[in-house]
């Protein structure tokens, strides 16, 4: 179990540093430390992936504000940074897996901390259905099969599956196999983002600051859409905290991980951006997808700039990057429970915090991989999944705003740094969260499918509270806490 003081030492990185600087924090090195600067950065980069997030946003985004939902994405990047300001500080201090659990029970205490682990924990959980079930569809245009609701679950349990193979073979087969995704990503979003852009161009700059009328879903309200479509831009940049899972496996992490935070979030934040505007910008009719008759506009605006020759190598891209990112986040999830079981904290964490002979998290990963599979059940309604990406939404911001809080915690008690501009960064990294983390939970007909049920609309702040109680009950009843 780790003892927990304000006066913990810090090493610099040297060559057994990394592996002392565990054992201060009262763990053994247990995982292998395999990775660099630019691995660390790979994994936050395929977690947040400029084209899953691209996919996952622009025709909810373009639907609720017309093309000037554009102008919403620096406002939400411009917040994550906020964030990171604190997550990078934090990272640097405490270079462990599962930052959410392992610095806020460290700035604020075992109750607080384990709660916190138990949101992102459900959060990251989340993520990894959904990024199976939105890559589904890809591999089923390759293989040329209708995508059924049944055919797309099965292929999603597939990709889940091979996912955690991946993560299984060890940190090296991992790290190799984002070093080609990103790679592969990063060249094909440059690439085909600057094509549109510069040679394809349908549309003038006029459309960016139109809406084609998509504020009627928000009761005729422009503002109110926008802040529909930043509840949507919310979900484009998350992922990042991989780097910080993945700590314990990173050389020099004190010093890396912080500075691949930066990296991956920034790199893909402008990737995000370069791409939503230049699809939108070289969409044929922007309108028709704000009517509903384009549900997929980012294809429409490549395969008509390139013709129909593109459609199936786009599809392969698409599919590559949603594999990387399951690679990544189903690895970050995985850590991060190994993380918290090996506090003796969660059921079965005897089980949870088994690590292999190849120094990797198997207890993690066989958890992560039922629990995915699990998720994927509810895509056999598939109006479940909307409901399911705004729920893991809402959670992981509510986890951000918990280690925010903390952190500001932690400057008053001073065990962090109390410079007034990292006060300031705090504070407002705490407003943006608390803002967004109600933005994305507010319970919108706009961001429902047509005629959804009452219990769709409000499907994330109902699942929030259920998590929230059920995490609560576990406090009061196991009394995780006084293991640690």
């Known amino acids: 179990m780790a003892t927990v003081t304000a006066t913990e030492t810090f090493d610099p990185p040297s060559a057994d540093g990394d592996a002392r600087r565990v054992q201060e924090l009262g763990y053994e090195q247990e995982l292998k430390r395999g990775m660099g600067i630019f691995d660390s950065v790979a994994m936050g980069f395929a977690t947040i992936s400029p084209v899953v997030g691209l996919y996952a946003v622009v025709l909810v985004g373009m639907v609720v504000a017309g093309g000037a939902w554009l102008w919403v994405l620096p406002v939400a990047l411009a917040g994550q940074c906020l964030l990171l300001s604190v997550y990078s500080e934090l990272a640097g201090k405490w270079p462990l897996a599962n930052g959410a659990y392992q610095w806020t029970r460290r700035l604020i205490g075992p109750r607080y901390g384990w709660f916190t682990g138990w ?37 999603g349990a597939l990709l889940v599956l091979l996912c955690s193979l991946v993560n299984a073979v060890g940190v090296d087969a991992l790290k190799l196999a984002l070093r080609m995704g990103v790679a592969a990503e990063a060249i094909a979003s440059v690439g085909i983002g600057l094509a549109l852009l510069l040679v394809f161009r349908e549309q003038g700059f006029g459309t960016l600051f139109d809406t084609f009328g998509a504020e009627s879903l928000s009761g005729g309200s422009t503002f109110a859409a926008l802040l529909a479509a930043l509840a949507v831009a919310g979900w484009a940049f998350i992922g990042f905290d991989s780097t910080v899972a993945a700590a314990e496996e990173t050389k020099g992490a004190a010093k890396h991980v912080p500075r691949a935070v930066w990296m991956a979030l920034l790199s893909v934040g402008a990737l995000v951006i370069l791409n939503a505007f230049a699809t939108t910008l070289a969409h044929p009719d922007p309108a028709a997808v704000v009517a509903g008759k384009d549900i997929d506009p980012v294809s429409t605006a490549v395969v008509s700039s390139f013709g129909d020759w593109s459609s199936k190598p786009f599809a392969a891209i698409v599919l590559l990057a949603f594999i990387a990112c399951g690679m990544a986040a189903q690895g970050g999830t995985a850590r991060g429970i190994y993380s918290v079981a090996r506090d003796g904290v969660l059921p079965f964490s005897g089980f949870l915090r088994k690590v292999d002979a190849r120094q990797a998290p198997i207890g993690g990963i066989v958890a992560t991989t039922l629990v995915a599979w699990l998720g994927l059940l509810l895509g056999l309604e598939a109006t479940a999944i909307g409901s399911l990406i705004t729920f893991g939404t809402a959670a992981i911001y509510c986890a951000f705003l918990l280690v925010a809080v903390a952190a500001l915690a932690g400057r008053y008690q001073g065990v962090l740094s109390r410079s007034k501009a990292r006060i300031v960064l705090n504070v407002l990294a705490v407003a943006w969260l608390a803002f967004e983390t109600v933005n994305v939970a507010w319970p919108r007909t706009s961001l429902a499918p047509v005629g959804a049920p009452w219990y769709q609309v409000w499907a994330a702040p109902m699942v929030v509270t259920l998590i929230t109680l059920a995490g609560l009950a576990y406090l009061a009843v196991a009394k995780p806490a006084k293991a640690v």
């Open 119 to 155: 949101v992102a924990l459900c959060a990251y959980a989340v993520a990894n259905t959904t990024i199976a079930y939105l890559g589904a569809p890809w591999a089923l245009t390759l293989l040329g099969i209708t995508p059924t609701a049944h055919a797309i679950v099965i292929t």
